[in-house]
């Protein structure tokens, strides 16, 4: 493998058939092995340090990350969700949403077409993880491997919330940068890593970050939707012959570690990666762990071949 690897590419946007216009950048060889990474709820592609996605790029992966709809640089989409249609859905209820799961799934495949990438490894993070499932699931031939990090199967007896983040994930959005900065601090100190702790001033820095890049409550709200009424996956994973991954915290508060589980025990044949005091996000002291263990299972996937 050469020692001299390819700039992160410039942000693009690719138009896609979907009707969303999805912001990108990529990095490392473009033969190398391609590997999409899916954010979580809120998250723009930032989210997935530069850091890391030039680790991975030096372990021969072709890395590709974007923001999600409704996220970052990313298309905004129409319809609204208030608190009583979540707080309805929270409870179990029906209630229709402007997009699904499934819906973020097929921008992935899109934007793997605009890139004419036939198939790629997956690997998704919280909602992230739900869509990579999602996509495993719907067209298993594009998918060469999976890892699901601090997700759920969408079953609602797992991968619970802490209940004491219900009203700060139901508060008034943010209308400065300063209340989002200081909002976005008190939320990551109760579900970041008690043993891998960012400083305060990293946390911040990365919400000033979000902020600038574009924040949508609206947005959040309907991708809140989406996971919301996501159907229970545990079934039809057990289908999967896919090379999977499941990472998950002892001490995830947003997406309880029953929820990492239930996925692995549900995929037949997955590696269940248990991390003790990793809360719900990827701390720089763990990035070679992360970068390992990807590799590791797009490895199997090389064998099955």
Known sequence: MSN??????????????????????TFGDPEGDPLLLVMGLGGPMTWWSPELCQRLADNGFYVIRYDNRDTGHSSRVS????????????????????????????????????????????????????????????????????????????????????????????????????????????????????????????????????????????????????????PDRSRALRSLRIPSLVIHGTHDKMVHVSGGRATSQAIPGSELLLIPGMGHDVPVALHETFVEAIRRNADRAKSRR
């Not at 001299?4 to 950048?25: F, K, N, R, W």
């Not at 229709?96 to 495949?109: E, G, H, N, V």
């Not at 139901?170 to 300063?178: G, P, V």
């Open 4 to 25: 001299v690897h390819p700039a992160p590419s410039e942000e693009q946007m690719a138009a896609l058939p979907t009707g969303v216009d999805i912001c990108y950048q």
């Open 79 to 230: 319809g609204r969700i208030n608190r009583r249609m979540i707080v309805k859905s929270f409870a179990g209820l029906r209630a229709r949403t402007p997009y699904s799961m499934q819906d973020m799934a097929d921008d992935a495949f899109a934007l793997l077409d605009h890139l004419e990438l036939d198939a790629a490894h997956v690997v998704g993070i919280s909602m992230g993880g739900m869509i990579v499932q999602t996509m495993a699931l719907s067209q298993p031939k594009r998918v060469l491997s999976m890892t699901s990090i601090m997700s759920t199967t969408g079953r609602r007896t797992v991968g619970w919330q802490d209940p004491r983040l219900l009203p700060l994930l139901l508060a008034r959005r943010s209308q400065s940068r300063e209340h989002y900065v200081a909002t976005s601090a008190r939320l990551w100190k109760i579900i970041g890593s008690p043993l891998y702790p960012d400083t305060t001033e990293a946390v911040r820095e990365r919400a000033a970050e979000t902020w600038d890049r574009g924040v949508s409550a609206p947005g959040v709200a309907r991708q809140m939707g989406a996971i919301l009424t996501q």
